[in-house]
């Protein structure tokens, strides 16, 4: 089970930091992957991060301004958003994935996820 939290408003070019909370014991080998979803459009992917290594993968768009990490000591997985601009309004979304594949352009198919969290809505002022 992941519950997201942390979303709010926000002014663009502040910052703001989603956590993902995870139950379980396996957390540690799981993928944890960042969407997101503006009214009318589809998910999209925003970042993933590995397991262990803590090696990480972004969409173009949010490289640089967003940073994944994780604490697998506290099953919590976080997206440290920097500089957020206007177009980066939307529901934020964790999940993650068991297969422990690594990091790559598979983590950009929300069907390759086995949970989903609830999501939490951001709002970026101009």
């Known amino acids: 089970q992941l519950q997201a939290s942390g979303g709010g408003l926000v002014q663009a070019g502040g910052s703001l930091r989603l956590s993902c909370a995870a139950s379980?014991?396996?957390?540690?080998?799981?993928?944890m992957g960042w969407f997101r979803q503006a009214p009318g459009k589809d998910r999209e992917f925003v970042g993933a991060?590995?397991?262990?290594?803590?090696?990480?993968y972004y969409e173009d768009s949010v490289k640089g301004r967003f940073t994944i990490s994780r604490d697998n000591d506290k099953n919590t997985a976080f997206l440290q958003m920097n500089s957020p601009k206007p177009e980066d309004t939307a529901v934020y979304y964790c999940?993650?994935?068991?297969?422990?594949w690594g990091v790559g352009t598979w983590c950009k198919s929300t069907g390759r996820y086995d949970y989903w969290g609830q999501g939490t809505l951001v709002t970026v002022s101009s």
């Open positions: 999940a993650a994935n068991s297969q422990n």
């Open positions: 991060i590995t397991g262990s290594s803590g090696r990480t």
């Open positions: 379980g014991r396996t957390f540690s080998s799981y993928v």
